[in-house]
């Protein structure tokens, strides 16, 4: 019985090897195309400035992008608005009004709920450089709350909850360029997870992820006696 068992336990490891083999040989056949126009002289989209390209997937077929479009504000005044379009699996669609933030924005990022339900948060130079949270109600974006900080907002990271509510992660300059705030939307207000995370040293990046349990992790870059170095923290709820 003993060998007859570990004999079909071979079997079965080799048959799942192979197996594994193939689909990874099968991907690594595949080549990448472009999701939408193959032609160069049709991009994805226009009068883009490409530097702040954020990326969600919608749990479906789909996924949403975020970038910087050129906007004329005055015949002599341009800025660098928010816009967002969605990949349906055939597709592109611009999701509300293209260049859709007050003004000129930074450090955008995308999160996508179940629904799917997108939201985003950028820097807006309209308001100080704070940070604003926007979701699309189906017709439009509409502001989640006031802005998350109360002055400027640096390296914004935005992600959703298993209850869907959406967890914010930014560098609060406001205090120092060394502290991290993250922060909640309880359907109210926004309410911050913790006491501020304080480093030594000015943050240069960083990252946000959502546990299994609902709690939030970030993963910070920042330098240490002049070595860029990264640590991460999580939330334990307590």
């Given amino acids: 019985r003993f060998i007859i068992m570990s004999m079909r336990k071979g079997i079965l ?22 999701a939408g126009p193959d ?37 002599t005044a341009v800025e660098q608005r928010a816009s967002v379009r969605r990949w349906n699996g055939t597709t592109w669609s611009a999701i509300g009004a293209p260049g859709f933030s007050a003004g000129t924005v930074d450090y955008m990022h995308i999160a996508v709920a179940p629904g799917p339900v997108p939201y985003v948060i950028y820097q807006d130079h309209t308001i100080g450089q704070a940070a604003v949270v926007k979701t699309f109600n189906g017709t439009s974006w509409v502001s989640v709350g006031s802005p998350v900080s109360s002055a400027r ?6 992600a959703t909850d298993n209850t869907g509510a959406p967890v914010v992660a930014y560098v609060d300059d406001a205090i120092a360029p ?35 349990t609902g709690l939030p992790q970030v993963l910070i870059q920042h330098s240490v006696a002049g070595v860029p170095s990264a640590e991460a923290f999580r939330y334990t709820g307590t």
């Fill in 153 to 158: 907002a640096l390296h914004c990271r935005i």
């Fill in 13 to 34: 490891r080799m048959a799942s090897l192979l197996a594994a083999i193939f689909v990874t040989a099968t991907l690594n056949a595949q080549p990448w195309t472009p």
């Fill in 39 to 75: 032609d160069g002289n049709q991009p994805l989209v226009y009068n883009n400035n490409s530097v702040g390209l954020s990326m969600a997937s919608d749990r479906g077929k789909g996924f949403y992008i975020m970038y910087r479009e050129y906007v004329w504000s005055s015949p």
């Fill in 178 to 212: 060394n502290i991290v705030a993250v922060k909640r939307w309880n359907g109210t207000s926004w309410q911050a997870i913790g006491t501020n995370i304080a480093l030594t040293s000015n943050i240069q990046d960083l990252r946000l992820a959502i546990g299994s």
